[in-house]
T-cell receptor, first 114, second 114 residues
């Protein structure tokens, strides 16, 4: 089954404790993105990647890092999480093809930083 | 930089009515536009994808239109049902050409009264 998976789905952590949210897709997609969703602000893009070793900032990259060492994986790293990073996070992937750049989303990771 | 606006922010209608949700975007050079549904606290369900070369797409009781020249898309829901209650999100491909992800509107919160 074609899908985007994220782990963990739920995470409660404390300020300053480094964490990684994993994202993996099995569709051989070139393009991947991370978004965060906050009440009243909607979904905003954090980072995106157009290929292995190619990443770029989205609208709200501060406090986050990403890496793309393999085509299928695009982990989101919070090196020193803060309470303002409490949010619902989504990973997405897409490819150029018949349905140009249609975005496929993972199930979301709900992060709480205390 | 792409910006997406959705009107209205909230809508409540009796069951059985036909309704229209509106979406506008600022950069008409889009590759595609996607409509999503989101239930409270849940992930995104893709409803319809309209590619830039298309004017509309249909799926069951849903019909989405795209007018690139005016920067507008509409989602038409026929014969609404209580199960249609959710937040509907419109997202336009970013200004980088589609591979760099989506810009989302803040959504229309729809309530269908039984």
């Amino acid at each position: 089954e074609a899908q985007v998976t994220q782990n963990p789905r739920y995470l409660i952590t404390v300020t300053g404790k480094k964490l990684t949210v994993t994202c993996s897709q099995n569709m051989n997609h070139e393009y991947m993105s991370w978004y965060r969703q906050d009440p009243g602000l909607g979904l905003r893009q954090i980072y995106y990647s157009m290929n292995v070793e190619v990443t770029d900032k989205g609208d709200v990259p501060e406090g986050y890092k990403v890496s793309r060492k393999e085509k299928r994986n695009f982990p989101l790293i919070l090196e020193s999480p803060s309470p303002n990073q409490t949010s619902l996070y989504f990973c997405a992937s897409s490819a150029r093809g018949r349905r140009s750049y249609e975005q496929y989303f993972g199930p979301g990771t709900r992060l709480t930083v205390t | 930089k792409q910006e997406v606006t959705q009107i209205p922010a909230a809508l409540s209608v009796p069951e059985g009515e036909n309704l229209v949700l509106n979406c506008s975007f600022t950069d008409s050079a889009i590759y595609n536009l996607q409509w999503f549904r989101q239930d409270p606290g849940k992930g995104l369900t893709s409803l319809l994808l309209i590619q830039s070369s298309q004017r509309e797409q249909t799926s069951g009781r849903l019909n989405a239109s795209l007018d690139k020249s005016s920067g507008r898309s509409t989602l038409y829901i026929a014969a609404s049902q209580p199960g249609d209650s959710a937040t509907y999100l419109c997202a336009a491909s970013n200004s980088g050409g589609g591979a760099d992800g989506l810009t989302f509107g803040k959504g229309t919160h729809l309530i269908i009264q039984p």
